[in-house]
């Protein structure tokens, strides 16, 4: 009876092992990515060349491809979250991490709000998904296909509209989350040499050379200066900002009135396109992806958001467009370069885009290397041609 306990007891123990082993992975792979953040990138980088140069890129092995694609991407995303929250350990005990606009902001949300975190977590997800969602519909015909497009835009809008209610009606970002950063180094040895008592001091004073200076009055030790390709860009990031020292919820403003309704304008407008070119592609009387009126709806609404927007900011803002922060300018700047993606979809590029681009391949045929490049041109308008994400902005 002994034996069988013991038995038992050693299984059990085996057991918890066991289970146990997957936690301990996972903690000693985020330390390995913590510590080696460049390589990763590298590596990711890398990963993400391999779907370009498969051969049949996107006309024979496009889900295949895409699949690769959206695995480097979710996996940079896992990544991404793995720094940000050893970044938020050293910000707990290192305050003079200089951080962008964008990540003091977005990181600041993502620590008040779970569900915040939780939502711009699956809108990312979605957003590296939805052309090879798109691409696997596809195979079940059209009307599938669109059915899918659909519903991608609408979780898209539900989420964006999610977090603009957790931030109190605050313009959204793109990305939503936290940009990846490098975890700085703990900065051990200047904390040393500053408490260290004077004849301390003197010491690794003596054996760091010239790299360091001691000052004769108060014999305290000032650390190395980099080096002088680097001094511009050391002393431009010990400069502080109005940004800087505002609190991150100060980094964009409310908007409210006009500015809500254009920001809810913007939000939905991919859906609103989205079902009009599903109902004039599939409508008996329409003229497929050559029809105009989609793209004249879906643009009115977005440049119509755009000057709601500005109308707003120069009612409500003191000094009109120049009052913005610079996260804000940023962003609004993002949004402008981004309505060119408008010369790449529906009925522009239809009856416009499509002739130029395939001119100017036509005229790189038969020469050398200019061949290669008009190839690749010729793979992507495969893309533009047959699916509607690849041109998809928000």
């Not at 779907?51 to 895409?66: H, K, L």
């Not at 959206?70 to 995303?77: D, E, K, N």
């Not at 709000?113 to 519909?137: G, H, K, N």
Request: aromatic share 8%.
């Amino acid at each position: 009876m002994e034996r069988l306990k013991q038995v038992a007891k050693d299984g059990a123990n085996q057991t918890h092992v066991v289970f146990n082993l997957p936690p301990k992975w996972l903690n000693m792979y985020s330390d390995f990515i913590t510590k080696n953040a460049g390589a990763v990138s590298q590596v990711e980088g890398a990963l993400r060349s391999l779907t370009y140069i498969i051969p049949g890129r996107f006309r024979e092995s496009d889900v295949a491809s895409e699949s690769l694609n959206s695995g480097v991407q979710l996996l940079a995303l896992y990544h991404d979250s793995l720094l940000s929250k050893a970044l938020e350990r050293r910000l707990r005990t290192q305050k003079n991490v200089h951080q962008s606009p964008h990540n003091r902001y977005t990181r600041h949300y993502c620590q008040k709000s779970p569900t915040y975190r939780r939502t711009a977590t699956t809108l990312s997800c979605v957003q590296y998904t939805e052309l090879l969602l798109e691409m696997m519909a596809k195979r079940k015909g059209e009307r599938t296909r669109w059915r899918v497009v659909v519903l991608l835009e609408a979780i898209k809008a539900l989420c964006r509209l999610v977090l603009m209610r957790l931030t109190n009606s605050r313009p959204l970002l793109d990305p939503p989350l936290p940009e990846r950063e490098v975890v700085p180094e703990q900065p051990q040895q200047e904390e040393e040499v500053i408490h260290s008592p004077p004849s301390e001091r003197s010491n690794s004073h003596s054996d760091a050379g010239s790299e360091q200076w001691t000052m004769p009055r108060t014999s305290l030790t000032l650390p190395p200066l980099p080096n002088s390709d680097d001094i511009s860009s050391y002393l431009m990031s010990k400069v502080l900002t109005a940004d800087d020292i505002k609190p991150p919820k100060a980094l964009l403003h409310r908007v409210s009135g006009l500015g809500e309704a254009a920001e809810i304008m913007y939000i939905v407008r991919p859906v609103i396109y989205a079902s009009a070119m599903a109902y004039w592609c599939q409508h008996e009387g329409g003229r497929g992806k050559a029809d105009w009126r989609p793209w004249l709806l879906g643009l009115s609404i977005e440049y119509g958001a755009r000057q709601l927007a500005k109308r707003d900011f120069e009612t409500r803002r003191p000094g009109g467009a120049r009052g913005l922060t610079q996260l804000e300018k940023e962003e609004l700047k993002k949004r402008g370069w981004a309505m060119a993606w408008w010369g790449m979809r529906g009925a522009f590029y239809e009856n416009v885009t499509k002739g130029v681009i395939r001119g100017f391949t036509g005229s790189l045929k038969g020469k050398p290397l200019l061949d290669m490049v008009g190839n690749l041109i010729d793979d992507y308008e495969y893309l533009w041609d047959e699916f509607y994400m690849p041109t998809a902005t928000l």
